[in-house]
């Protein structure tokens, strides 16, 4: 699983690649809650590139969103692959998760 | 002649492991079903094995987990086995489909707890049972029109 | 985190099962391999297993063969395990390269004998050892370039 | 594996397709001989659609060669794809195995 990092005006864009699986969750999930801790607590997810996710990975996308919360911001996930999709759909997720198509309108929702 | 294939598959309990049995698994539906298919039957064969690890075996490694592949012409039966504590029992039945949490209430986003009803939302039938030191959970998928093998 | 993964796969001793082993092989080396060097190391084992099948056990159903798969960062080992009869000792190193037939000689034309030099040809080292009732043909494979675990 | 049979001029064409291994190899093999042996012994083998050979099939296509050769006549192969071609020439094969990439030239061949 590979992580990248950037920032636009005060919001923390992470890219995910890869699977995100049991195996790789609590390291994932380390990183995200350090950036929400660092950061503003507003933190857009792109999926597109995560080949496949479990129930552990669900669960660190959970993590995440409880703590941008919790600090007064939110998470926005973008970019929902088929894979990424049928599971957060399958487990009704998809009702609460912000879920967005491109990048710019995940920015202003977030702003 | 229709007659059944089986396939046993075996890890150690390292969640490493998990990658590989998902593509030998992979590799095999392929005979049989379409890429969608498969995702679904995927997905709950890895939940099955994390929950061995995680809940059988308590996240240690070096333990027995293994999947085996019955491949009939009609159907797949797919067994998880480890040698680690049983689930209770009734904590299959006890599993209930997905609520959605509320938005505003960050208590009711549980972080864990899908697994089961992923199984079972993904399976036709899901069984488990516990004896003489091996549980097994037994899961079933039929097999209709399609690719055949 | 360099750790060697390692997945067994068993089947009963039948010809139809050595598709399944097959199809769960290609599976596990998509994650290392090309497509090119899949289909090699796919032709090695399914000529390794079908020799478990006829030989070890004289083409009797019923019986244990396994194929056990170590995934390393640098490397690739397979072994392909029965418990029935053994190769005769220096039987694999008497291997020699492939002999084209003469055309106008029909009993050049040999309909069998070219198992082992297949899986030589297609793996860089092979090993084979009897011992404890178990036989084991070992092959490994220097992982390269390209696709990386 | 799924065996068509057809013939054209006294020429037996049979195409085979799916995996031509150790499970098929003898009623393959059954199957071949009979054509040869009811025929004129002139037989073109395609195999586009196989998908998959091993020994075994390798063997199935030198009975066919050596019984259609005892009867006077030849075994052209049709259509090798990168599986059945790198198995026939890693056993130096193809350097006996009169060898085709259109049904013309391996029926003038056998004519
Ligand atoms: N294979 C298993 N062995 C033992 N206990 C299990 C097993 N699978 C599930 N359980 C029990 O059932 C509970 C619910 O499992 P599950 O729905 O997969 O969610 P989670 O794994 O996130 O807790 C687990 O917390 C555990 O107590
Ligand atoms: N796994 C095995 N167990 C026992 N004997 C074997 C095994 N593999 C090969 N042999 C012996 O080596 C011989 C050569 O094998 P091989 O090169 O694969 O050709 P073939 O299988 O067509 O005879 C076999 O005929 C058999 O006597």
């Known amino acids: ?111 | 002649m229709v007659i059944t294939r089986t396939l046993g598959l075996d890890i150690e309990s390292r969640p490493e492991c998990v990658e590989l049995l998902s593509r030998a698994l992979c590799g095999v539906c392929q005979l049989v079903l379409s890429a969608a298919e498969i995702a679904k039957l995927n997905l709950a064969i890895v939940e099955a094995v994390n929950n061995a690890i995680e809940h059988a075996y308590h996240g240690e490694s070096g333990h027995w987990v293994r999947l085996e592949i019955d491949l009939a012409p009609d159907r797949l039966d797919l067994r998880v086995r480890d040698r680690g504590q049983p689930m209770p029992p009734d904590r299959l039945d006890a599993v209930t489909a997905f609520v959605p949490p509320d938005p505003d209430d960050l208590n009711t986003w549980s972080l864990r707890g899908r697994g089961l009803a992923i199984i079972k939302a993904c399976m036709d039938t899901v069984e488990y049972e516990a004896r003489d030191g091996v549980n097994t959970l037994a899961m079933s998928r039929v097999l209709t029109t399609g690719k055949s093998a």
């Open chain 1, 1 to 111: 699983m590979v992580l990248t990092h950037r920032t636009i005006e005060g919001i923390d864009i992470v890219a995910l690649a890869g699977r995100l699986v049991m195996a790789d969750a609590p390291q994932i999930r380390q990183s995200l809650l350090t950036t929400v801790e660092q950061g503003n607590g507003k933190l857009i997810l792109d999926l597109a590139q995560v080949s496949f996710m479990d129930s552990s990975g669900l669960s660190v996308l959970v993590s995440a969103f409880k703590a941008a919360r919790a600090k007064g911001g939110d998470v926005a996930l973008l970019h929902l692959n088929s894979t990424v999709r049928s599971l957060i759909e399958l487990t009704r997720l998809q009702q609460v998760f912000p879920i967005f198509d491109d990048e710019a309108t995940a920015l202003a929702r977030l702003r």
